[in-house]
């Protein structure tokens, strides 16, 4: 039988491709398929090597934004050295929408769902007469697939039932050798009923469902492993509210005091009863995460979000006062109406939210998307390599984008590094962010360029000598300077015995006189940052 090698080339070591082990498993000849996975920080030629080194008939890769430049590379590359004598194709959302970038050294590119078509694929395959020419010949006549027919794409029709029935995909994870201090993507349903202009997600017009008893026996194998993480990649898992109740409430019934689950949800669809279940869940037990994205009116409306921020707000807040759950918030950069005063009012909303985590995305004008095809009535110029990433809009400069872009850098390293939690929170408090986050943050990067260490970034440790470097030009009363520096003081203490697993006990002055605080990480510990210490 020939050989079938699907490649993943993934964005960490710690990710893994759900794709091709699902393609595998739905296959109906698993045992036929083998799977390389790689990441985009492997050397690239390592990576051709280890293609080659199967010596496949039939390689598949698995594309996406992150991905795609290496993938056309290494499928320009593998033709060139082994001609007709590998068949190769694409698929992946990247393949599905841009099916022309591949098809210069392509057979044949795989667009929408690809398990049934696999699944036929690997039925011919298993004809041992058919010769490569016949098979060459015949994937494409495969729905779904786009091929080349001299100069011209031709597109095979999707097989209207080629959606796959989501109770017919078999378990990805029977065998979790291969994911080993890993996270495990789990998906319990397809598709999003949400029209995000910008997303891929919001193509696909229908939401399928996991039977749930089937998912609670699949989460149960997860929890009976003591897996450390299970990230659901369902688009938007609480937008059936009451499937995911039951399922909040069967994890926390079966909670293993080990395994993390991270969803992907609207904050504003929670209820009441959402909202009491949550709170009530062991801290660490689950994580969230909130796409925001904009919380100006005309923008949130151009980009057809539907998104009652009010409502999200009273929601964060209510999770935030639990204190059990850890909450990931994002916002995207260069979205349409959105200047860069406007863009400051967005972060500002959502910094205020105090979530453990804010990601700053940049747009990306994927193929396929609404974005893309309104980007010349937006003025959005992006990048012609994937990302495509935004590069100006008609409210927007490159040189704010690229201001944008420092602010992110500082971003991470002094809000999302949660080194500074107490810090950051007291100069909020006490008027060191008076014009607002964003005007912190902006000037904080200003401040990493004049000193150069924009280009020369600096360690964990050295953060809290340049934070106070940058504080003290901002003319704060002493007082307030002294205050800020036992924060200061105390953040790097709690970082430094966490770190190292240590227990120690100091003195400390917040303005209202000395108080003694015992930092212990020696024993087992809750994941939550707020852990970890007592107030003598
Ligand atoms: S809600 Fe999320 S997944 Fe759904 S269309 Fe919008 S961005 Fe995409």
């Not at 993938?71 to 599905?96: F, H, M, N, Q, W």
């Not at 091929?147 to 959606?163: Q, T």
């Not at 504003?268 to 037990?285: F, Q, S």
Request: aromatic share 12%; glycine share 6%.
């Amino acid at each position: 039988m020939k050989k079938v090698l699907l490649v993943a080339i993934n964005a960490k070591y710690i990710h893994s491709c759900p794709a091709i082990y699902s393609l595998r498993a739905s296959s109906g000849h698993a045992e036929s398929v083998q799977i390389a996975e790689f990441t985009i920080n492997d050397r690239y030629q390592d990576i051709l090597a280890g293609i080659l080194a199967y010596h496949a008939d039939i390689i598949g890769f698995s594309c996406y934004i992150w991905n795609t430049q290496i993938v056309t590379d290494l499928i320009a590359d593998i033709r060139a050295l082994l001609g007709d004598k590998v068949i190769l194709y694409a698929g992946g959302p990247e393949a599905s929408y841009g099916p022309e970038t591949f098809l210069g050294s392509c057979d044949f590119v795989m667009c929408g769902e690809g398990e049934k078509p696999f699944a036929l694929l690997m039925e011919a395959v298993s004809q041992d007469d058919l010769e490569q020419h016949g098979l060459r010949e015949f994937v494409r006549t495969l729905p779904g697939a786009a091929w080349k027919d001299g100069g011209r794409i031709v597109y095979n029709p999707i097989n209207p039932e080629a959606g796959s029935d989501m109770n017919k995909i078999p378990f990805l994870y029977t065998d979790l050798g291969n994911f080993d201090n890993r996270i495990i993507y789990y998906e319990s349903s397809r598709g999003c009923p949400f029209r995000c202009t910008y997303c891929l997600s919001s193509i696909d017009k229908t939401v399928r469902f996991r039977d749930l008893e089937t998912v609670k026996r699949e989460l149960q194998f997860f929890i009976d492993h003591k897996v450390p993480q299970v990230k659901f990649v369902d688009r938007t898992f609480n937008c059936d509210r009451k499937r995911a109740m039951e399922i909040w409430q069967y994890i926390a019934d079966h909670d293993n005091k080990v395994t993390n689950f991270h969803f992907e949800i609207g904050a504003d669809l929670l209820g009441e009863e959402e909202i009491a279940l949550l709170a009530g869940l062991r801290p660490a037990l689950i994580q969230l995460e909130i796409g925001i994205q904009s919380t100006n009116p005309k923008t949130v409306e151009a980009i057809q979000r539907t998104m009652d921020f009010d409502r999200l707000r009273k929601n964060v807040f209510a999770l935030r006062e639990a204190g059990n759950i850890n909450l990931h918030v994002d916002l995207i950069a260069g979205l349409p109406y959105e200047g860069l005063i406007s863009f400051a009012r967005s972060f500002n909303d959502v910094y205020a939210l105090h979530a453990d985590q804010l990601q700053l995305g940049f747009l990306k004008v994927l193929k396929g998307t609404v974005m893309e095809q309104r980007a010349e009535e937006y003025g959005i110029r992006y990048s012609v390599r994937p990302p495509y990433e935004v590069l100006a809009t008609k409210w927007i400069s490159y040189e704010e984008l690229d201001r944008l872009r420092r602010v992110c850098d500082v971003l991470e390293m002094y809000y999302n590094s949660q080194q500074f939690i107490r810090t950051l929170r007291f100069l909020e408090e006490s008027g060191g962010m008076a014009d607002g986050a964003f005007a912190f943050f902006d000037r904080m990067a200003d401040f990493f360029v004049e000193t150069g260490y924009n280009k020369k970034r600096p360690s964990a440790a050295a953060r809290y000598e340049v934070l106070d470097t940058f504080v003290s030009g901002l003319d704060l009363p002493e007082e307030q300077m002294k205050i800020f520096r036992e924060y200061l003081r105390f953040d790097r203490m709690l970082h430094f015995h966490r770190s190292r697993g240590m227990a120690r006990e100091e003195t400390f002055d917040f303005g209202e006189g000395p108080v003694r605080i015992r930092f212990d990480y020696t024993t087992e510990n809750p994941v939550s940052h707020e852990a970890g210490y007592v107030i003598c």
